[in-house]
Structures are given as structure tokens and as C-alpha cells.
């Protein structure tokens, strides 16, 4: 199974599986809140980030959340990232553990412009929501 940087597990079918799980159970409406990976995203000189695996992730598991909803007929009301932007990391207390569509530029000891600057991936989702997960198709 693939691993995030800090170790932590990369399942999509796992997603699909607990949201089958989940509803089998209580029976109403699911949101996924919180969903995403931590990486250590490299800016070049002009701030911008190609974070191709972020956008793998978010491919793999949208996919799978979409597959709960369309063939598991899964009551899925919506689908949010742990952050939008860059932040300090809640469990580890680092910027280097990088979640966000948008880049700022910080370190780990609070040092940077604070300059934000869309990664790859920010242009990625903002396709996919434009098409509400058309363009989840245009990749497979």
C-alpha cells in the first residue's frame, strides 16, 4: 500500500469502503470532511509547486467517492480538504507537511514573505468543481 511522507496510508478503496460501511449503519446522508495528504511540497523560484501527487490523491479518492455515490447509490453530500491553503500541520506541528491547493511561503521556524501562490493542483480542482467531477473522467 502506498504511504504518505509521514507514513500514513493511501486507500481510496478504503474511502468507498467505510462510506458503504458508514451508511450500511446509520442510514443518512454522509460529508467527508478532512480528507487529503500531507507532502513536502518544493516551490521553484517563482513560488509554484507541481504537485502532481497531490493531484494522484485527490484523482484516486474523488473517483472512489464518486463510484460510492453513482454505483453504490451512497447519499454523499459534498467532499472538503483538510485545508485549502498551506498551514502549520495540527499533528506535527510543521509547515514543511505542506496540505494546501495554495503555496505560502513560510518555514518551519515562521520564516518567508507569507507570499500564497496556487499550486498545480489548485488549477486541477477548480476544473473538477467547474464540472462537478467531469473532469474525474477525462483522466481514467
Not at 460501511?21 to 478532512?34: A, T, W
Not at 499533528?91 to 496540505?99: A, I, N, Q, V, Y
Not at 500564497?116 to 473532469?135: C, D, F, L, Q
Request: glycine share 6%.
Amino acid at each position: 500500500m502506498k504511504e504518505t511522507p509521514w507514513g500514513w496510508p493511501v486507500d481510496p478503496l478504503g474511502l468507498r469502503y467505510c462510506l458503504n460501511k458508514i451508511y450500511d449503519r446509520i442510514q443518512k446522508p454522509l460529508f467527508i470532511v478532512e480528507n487529503d495528504m500531507g507532502a513536502i511540497d518544493k516551490a521553484d523560484e517563482n513560488d509554484y509547486v507541481e504537485d502532481d501527487y497531490r493531484i494522484d490523491y485527490l484523482q484516486d479518492h474523488l473517483s472512489a467517492m464518486a463510484d460510492a455515490i453513482n454505483i453504490d447509490k451512497i447519499p454523499c453530500l459534498g467532499y472538503t480538504m483538510w485545508a485549502p491553503i498551506d498551514l502549520v500541520s495540527l499533528s506535527t506541528g510543521e509547515m514543511k507537511k505542506r496540505h494546501g491547493f495554495v503555496y505560502v511561503d513560510m518555514d518551519d521556524k515562521g520564516n518567508g514573505t507569507l507570499k500564497r501562490t496556487p499550486k498545480k493542483s489548485y488549477n486541477w480542482m477548480k476544473h473538477v468543481i467547474e464540472t462537478n467531477g467531469a473532469a474525474l473522467d477525462e483522466n481514467n
